[in-house]
């Protein structure tokens, strides 16, 4: 069945989807609004509904399963959906939160157990230990939580696809380079954004908590770090060293970093980290555009454009 | 007694001294040489060995003192020590490191009396616990240690010193801005910089640690303060922010800071900061300056020359 | 009574008005609308008219009294009111502009008695000539005028208010640094923003006159000063140091600054005028704040939003 | 006779020099030396005295004309001049400053009179009294000075040299944009860096003095410029429209300019301020460039080198 | 007969004109219009359609000569047109684009005839041939071209119309600077933008060509060159260094050049292009500006407006 | 047998060595000396001969084999060799340049053959068939040159080593984002240094040659590219894209590429290219440095050391 995405400018569309946001506006003109955010596993697009009243408000806050007939339109060079019906699910129609909501393409126990795989690798006791540790105390989050609340990886676990997609590169890195030390790398791979569980609201609809705006994902756990550390009684260079895989992995000051990589694998772990965020983007851009085209703009690849070439 | 920085170019020295500095270096030629950092209550300056050897690298170790005997001469717009004459102090000439080392006008227990009086200020009883646990922790090393390596406040206790200066305008503008918050101000200043007692060395002849340069006082501090807090079974909105006092306070994230301030006691706290570092450096670079003449250049002050009127 | 800002997003108003701004716009259609900037002591709030024609343009133009009924909304993050009916004020009601426009909090008649207290702890008689003339030949505006058109100290007499609140300012971070020239620096703070008397076009509803771009109040002062010293024949030092006050103020060239501080008391003039100016900022900011939540983005302060705590 | 420039790495010297500027330093090991500037009319090298003491510094004094002897060689890329004999010249030998000191090609004479040519295209009254008033005001000085101590036209009626040079590019560019009004262009050519008189300390071996460091060329002549109309009775948008082209005239506030232009006119005195100064110091550096080779590098010109082709 | 620009806010209008770009858009209602630029000789106006459909789309495509009746009205301080009716013109109404197309005052041929005179002032043989040759391949659009989408010399033949004057512009300078060399100068200011003949897709209504976007009208113009020698069978070094002067004709590399300029020539082409370029911004702005007005913000000159003096 | 490098400060050397470098220099005394790079298989220690002579220019140039008799020292923190007798080799010692000339630990033939295979990956015949052709037009230089002049891959055979370490981790990538064209990829890094060949002097001592300084070897590949397009007498798309993406392979205007990446293949291409330039000189600079150090300081790296853990 044709999903949201797949249907073209001009084309009708029947669906059910989750409201993924849901904000309350006022025209110029003072008339209120609501702005939805509406979304099933394609992806989203916004959608407006005019001259909206409490009724409404009580009907599609965020996370509501509703269905919409309606058209998609562009403005200003971005896909919309224009409503012209819409109504929220029925019990007895079945349709859950997971039905819609985009998520990995694998499941979370797959890319848990790929993501496992890789301490086979690693020798240094204490490394795993925390690391370990660490997986654990946030399990739940870890596999659930996008990595981003837009750009790349936004979606129901995200977050662990993006890790093991990155674990995957540093494993090709550490063969071609075999001077880094696979312990510090995949660690920090593993450990880098799992603060993001605090910083973030939860796995869908996500928005930044008061913690996450006060004190980022970076400081939270590096502190975490420390904790682990002082429950599993673990001391030396180790400790120090995930903090500075995690603490500089942004990789300069500007960007969020304190302190900038000093270790060969925290270098790596940036650009690492850079490369399998960059290419999520791209693809998702890509994959939206028509040989001999330009893609749309990537805000975070400096706002350019990607020329899809004509032949294969 | 004429002390080491009161010696005019030309003037000839003969002072027992601290060494604050010892490298080894070889000239573009080839020959050994020593470049020691020598000081007295009064300051330092920059000297040489030429021609040493292993007797010299063995008797004029940092932190050895030693009779000097010289001259001061100017050396690209700097003055500079010439040696003419060096020996180790011997033990029953009865100088000690506190007699040469430069401290804080005050000593350290009349600082922290002062320090202690801003506790009656304040009203929030987890803000003062965690503080006080932090002072207690850190104390012998809090009271001791300089506020940096150079520019400022880099003498024994000036760490405590900075502190207490810092408090005093604190309360000046507490009392013009009444909205400010005393407890989330003043332990944000005592705080601040208590990090550093694990990222630099000593509390003299400072160098940076590993943990120092690897994670930075930020960062250990805001982890101290997690530990104070479980250690003291706080918990609430308290710890996240004295956190965010201390992560925010170089006030821009080029500056090392991972976030900008936001809270309004944490932007009032980094300019205090930087008001009293700067103070303490003009200061000193004016005290050196002749009426109708501009001071030496203030590299921390973008390098810039100040000038001193010619009328009081 | 219930002022302008008191109102909550959809509660009804019916006020006494003052128009501090008023433009003739088109909307995208060609419609001809006005766009209002109504304000009261409480502040202001931008509002459309729509439909409108010469009639309404003669009616309600910048500093005319309206009586408005209608309604607060939100658009776009920042509130605004919805005109449901408005008229212009009829001479019988008695309602004057300075009963709608904000000024500070004290009278000018008070506040220039606190600053004159400013000159008895002043020594150098050059320095107060010269001041004191620059008060008394720009008196009128300079009692009246705001401190800027937008962002801090807004408002009638607000520049006499900040200067006032800087002189306290000064005069605490004199008695804390001793070192510091309490002539030069009192008088800097008067006179430093002076020349907007000039710049701005007057008291209320201030623009920017051709003098003021062209020019800017910095130049236009420094000239200023220059004249007063000679038709008081005054020569000497302090003219000149007075001029660079002024000249310096704004820190650096990319903030108008032809020459960067070069005085002690003119690099603290530029922190002086800096936290005055954010704290007024944040202050208004955090009034309109909930504990427990962020405040709207304050551009001047980088866009931060900054947060209340929950707790006093 | 063979000048002090036409010598090449190698040759030997023996010419009467001026000391542009002598300065007294120690070497690293502690030795007295000095370093003098030497010129004659073909530019200056730097040179050594090694071993020098109060008898050397009595004897060569900025501004002193010697004999010296010795060989050019060259030092990290830049020529010097390595002294074997030195003495002060002796009354009979009738050498003068004039006889050794760079100056513009033509006499100031000349120079002024291809200047008080430009006067016969301008039309307006108020802009050719003021602008003739600043002349004659300054008139001593503004034909001797500089138009900089280093880089472009740091010769002795360098800035009139400048002037008049740039009068010749306005009349250029105002043919062939006719929009441009030649009275402000013309005037704002003349006046802009009058102000240097008062900023450097005088025509050769220029200083800033206390009142251009602390207000600089720019600020000093706006305020010169207030005066003059004063001291003319004229009033008029003349007078703010002349200060402007002067305060505006370095482009950008980094660059010293409190007001970016805001004339067409101001834009293009920019301009030409830039090309001219640009080409003085080309044409000076490809003057000692060979075929096929490239410049030293130019440090104001982003510190490049600039290849000089084989062919004619 | 009064042309579209001739037209002050709220005239009617009645005029052929002639669809410079033609866009389909959405309202943020969801209905659609139409986004057209309209134009004639005396220049252009945005103008919309409201509520169009698949007949108007068809109508109305880009480079369409339509009669339009509206009326000027002003949009956030810019005119617009309201379309009030519209209809394509008919055959035998005898308009032609050309009628309509804003073009250079001279004719292409005029220009052209300009231009070549400049080739009797040259010497060097190669220089000349590989220019000739390069302006014959591209002869038809180096002729038709503007020189870009917009800003400056967007019209038809203004590439040419820019050349020709910065060539006058060349000569004025290379009399003052007599090192300069015509050959290099002359041939760098024809060729260096003639690669816009592939960058830009056409002399009307251009846009950006793949080739352009991926490559760049730099680069194109640097194969160019070296065609035209291989072609010519010519090598030396005059061959490179015309590829220099068009590739560093940007001055930096954050503008596009991947070198800075090397010779002097290349350097004053950057400056010549620059004043030409910002001369017919300004021309243009300062044409639509009342006597004591600021004309509108001028985008390329850093949103700059500037002021038209009260007197002439 | 020890090699150059292996020797610790204080060591004595007695080794033949390879003049890399060659200066003549004068002290600021005056004496002339001469600055010698020298150079083994283990790399190169800067060295001075003082008072040098006509002699010591004709028999110790840039190129020579020398035996070189001295002591390893340290000078700021960089080791230098101190000469303590030098003389020329002998032929009949049998040491030749490939003796003593760092170059890739595979042999070129064996790099070749590596390069070689990548080509069964590929698909489009046009892109192979420009890719081939380039590589065997300048294959002696190919397989010959450095990458660069210092910092990375700056030894014999360089490039080529830089470009196999990089094609197996674009195959890496490839792997991981399939989207990515393999042809383009492959292609890209093959070419975007081969310009190198054209832009540095030779394979050894290399500097700059004038048509690498005013073109760079960016735009000579660009136009390369082109030639042997015509050459082979293909035309289409691929041609186009090859151009772009090294034209664009540093990613920045500012980084020397006129455009920015707008292939996901160029954007990868700039990522493997720093990538491998960034983990040579990490792995040189970590394998001189012991564990629980930090490394000197690398310059590219923006000036950073790298820390070596104290554990494996």
Redesign the interface.
Same mark, same amino acid.
């Given at each position: 069945m044709k999903k949201l995405l797949d249907h073209k400018v001009g084309e009708p569309v029947d669906l059910f989807l989750f409201i993924k946001q849901s904000t309350?506006? +006022?025209?110029?003109?003072?008339s209120?609004f609501m702005s939805l955010v509406l979304q099933d596993k394609s992806g989203d697009l916004e959608a407006?509904l005019?001259d909206t009243g409490e009724e409404q408000e009580r009907l599609y806050p965020a996370a509501a399963i509703v269905r919409v007939g309606g058209?998609v339109? %562009?403005?200003?060079g971005k896909n919309?959906l224009?409503i012209k019906s819409i109504r929220p699910a029925k019990a007895d129609e079945g349709i859950t939160m997971s039905d819609l909501v985009p998520s990995a393409e694998k499941s979370k126990e797959e890319l848990m157990e790929e993501l496992m795989q890789f301490f086979f690798e690693m020798?240094?006791p204490q490394i795993q230990r925390i690391t370990r540790h660490l997986i654990k105390k946030h399990q739940e989050a870890f596999t659930m939580y996008p990595a981003a609340t837009r750009n790349h990886h936004d979606y129901v676990s995200g977050l662990l696809d993006h890790v093991v997609?990155m674990l995957?590169?540093s494993k090709? +890195?550490s063969?071609?380079?075999p001077?880094l030390?696979k312990d510090?790398l995949y660690s920090g791979v593993i450990l880098h954004d799992i603060g993001k569980v605090i910083e973030l609201s939860g796995p869908v609809a996500a928005h930044y908590t +008061? #913690?996450g705006?006060?004190?980022?994902h970076?400081?939270i756990m +590096?502190?975490e770090i420390?904790?682990a550390a002082?429950e599993l009684d673990i001391s030396?260079? %180790?400790v120090?060293?995930l903090?500075?895989m995690v603490?500089s992995h942004h990789g300069k000051?500007?960007?969020?970093?304190?302190?900038?990589?000093?270790?060969?694998e925290a #270098?790596?772990l940036h650009?690492i980290d850079?490369?399998d965020a960059?290419?999520n983007m791209?693809?998702r851009a890509?994959?939206k555009t028509e040989p001999?085209e330009?893609s749309e703009r990537i805000f975070p690849?400096?706002n350019?454009?990607?020329?899809k070439?004509?032949?294969?």
């Open positions: 309350k506006g +006022v025209t110029q003109q003072g209120p407006k005019w058209e339109h %562009e403005y200003r919309q224009r020798k240094n997609s995957k590169l090709a +890195v063969d071609l380079y001077t030390n510090l +008061v #913690e705006n006060l004190l980022g970076i400081s +590096v502190t420390s904790k002082d030396g260079e %180790e120090m060293l903090q500075h603490l000051e500007e960007w969020g970093s304190p302190k900038r990589p000093m270790l060969p #270098e790596m650009y850079n490369i960059k290419m791209l693809n890509m994959s001999g330009f690849l400096e350019r454009s990607f020329y070439p004509t032949f294969e």
